[in-house]
Each structure stands twice: as structure tokens, then as C-alpha cells.
């Protein structure tokens, strides 16, 4: 039972234009989403999380919003850059219980200079 | 870096084998997790310890095991190895409870090639 999705499985974007990565999920009891990046050959690395209780969360380029009701998050990119060519993960963390994140299956996101 | 070693990068081996996978977590980091990567799949959790107790166990077959050493090392053991096992294996550690926010940090993954 995926519980973390992601319906894309890839985007492409212009550079200096905006991407927008969507997620969703199941479960009400997550408590923290992240915001996963990865680069071929490498292991995945944090990019940017939100708390269930904020709505959005910026980080320099990088925002994520949170959408509750419609247990919905998306992650924005503006701009967009060669180098954010990646994988991108989202991850939700359960409020209860171990510490494992439960991740959706990601998307490529390809910018074209 | 992330400062997660995991050894060996790159694993190739036939059906019905037996092999094991190693992790060092960051120094100072408690939590040891595993996940599975197969092919165009998001990552899967297999099993976590914590300080050398198993703390989590996620979709882990019963052919796989895992354990947690004093020195906080961790090891996963994959054994009657079938072709469906093929995948990128990543071991994650997090920094000691606390702030419980969820971040873990990767080790680079040991890609696993049954033929």
C-alpha cells in the first residue's frame, strides 16, 4: 500500500522557469514531509521539509506548500536550474513509531538550459 | 558526503547465493536504517535499529536479516537470492532523538545485480 505518491514520473522545465513537483498521501498521521534530491549514482540528500502544522516552508529557491485537507504537498522550484536536474523524493515522517520515512516513487526532473 | 559508508558499491551474483551488505553510519548517529530500490520503485524501508536494538521492521523478507554491532556498524544479509532482489540498497543513519523531524542522511547505496 503506497501511502506516499507521486503521479509524474518525470517533468521537464525550462531554465529560469518554475517547477512544480506534486505529492500525495494517504495517511493523516504524518507529522513532518520532506523534500528529497538525488543525483545519479548517489545517495539520496535532504533538500527542504515542512511541519503538518505550516502551510509552506521557503528555503531560497526551494518552497513547499501543504495542502491538508486535500492531503497534498508540492514542492517549487523558482528559478529553475541546469544543476537541479535530479530525482526528486517526497517522504513523510509518521507521528508515532519508529523514525522511517515512507517515500513516494519519485520524479525526474529534467531542466533544459 | 553524507558521511554513510556503505560497502561494497557494486555487488553481481547468481541466483540462490548469500551476500552481505555493510554500513557506517555518521559519527555520532544511533539509527541505522535500510531501504530497497528496485527499478523505477521509490524507496522501500526494510528495517531499522537503533543503538543496536531493532527498532522498526518494514517490508523485509524473511530471507533477509539484518543486525546493528556494538561499534554501531550495520550489516544486512540477503540470502536464497532471487532475481527480483535486484536493486539499489541504501543504508541511512539519523542524528540521536531529539528533534524527531524525520531527516536521515544516505549512504551512497550498494547496487545489487542477481543473475
Known amino acids: 500500500d503506497q501511502q506516499v505518491k507521486q503521479n509524474s514520473p518525470s517533468l521537464s522545465v525550462q531554465e529560469g522557469r518554475i517547477s512544480i513537483l506534486n505529492c500525495d498521501y494517504t495517511n493523516s498521521m504524518f507529522d513532518y514531509f520532506l523534500w528529497y534530491k538525488k543525483y545519479p549514482a548517489e545517495g539520496p540528500t535532504f533538500l527542504i521539509s515542512?511541519?503538518?502544522?505550516?502551510d509552506k516552508n521557503e528555503d531560497g529557491r526551494f518552497t513547499v506548500f501543504l495542502n491538508k485537507s486535500a492531503k497534498h504537498l508540492s514542492l517549487h522550484i523558482v528559478p529553475s536550474q541546469p544543476g537541479d536536474s535530479a530525482v526528486y523524493f517526497c517522504a513523510a515522517h509518521p507521528k508515532t513509531g519508529a523514525n522511517n520515512l515512507f517515500f513516494g516513487t519519485g520524479t525526474r526532473l529534467t531542466v533544459i538550459p | 558526503d553524507s558521511g554513510v559508508t556503505q560497502t561494497p558499491k557494486h555487488l553481481i551474483t547468481a541466483t540462490g547465493q548469500r551476500v552481505t551488505l555493510r554500513c557506517s553510519p555518521r559519527?555520532?548517529?544511533?539509527?541505522v536504517y535500510w531501504y530497497q530500490q528496485s527499478l523505477d520503485q521509490g524507496l522501500q524501508f526494510l528495517i531499522q535499529?537503533?543503538?543496536?536494538?531493532?527498532?522498526a521492521k518494514g517490508n523485509i523478507l524473511e530471507r533477509f536479516s539484518a543486525q546493528q554491532f556494538p561499534d554501531l556498524h550495520s550489516e544486512l544479509n540477503l540470502s536464497s537470492l532471487e532475481l527480483g532482489d535486484s536493486a539499489l540498497y541504501f543504508c541511512?543513519?539519523?542524528?540521536?532523538?531529539?528533534?524527531?523531524?524525520?531527516?536521515?542522511?544516505f549512504g551512497e547505496g550498494s547496487r545489487l545485480t542477481v543473475l
Open positions: 559519527s555520532g548517529d544511533l539509527s
Open positions: 515542512i511541519s503538518s502544522i505550516k
Open positions: 535499529y537503533y543503538n543496536g536494538e531493532e527498532r
Open positions: 541511512a543513519s539519523s542524528v540521536p532523538s531529539g528533534a524527531n523531524t524525520g531527516e536521515l542522511f
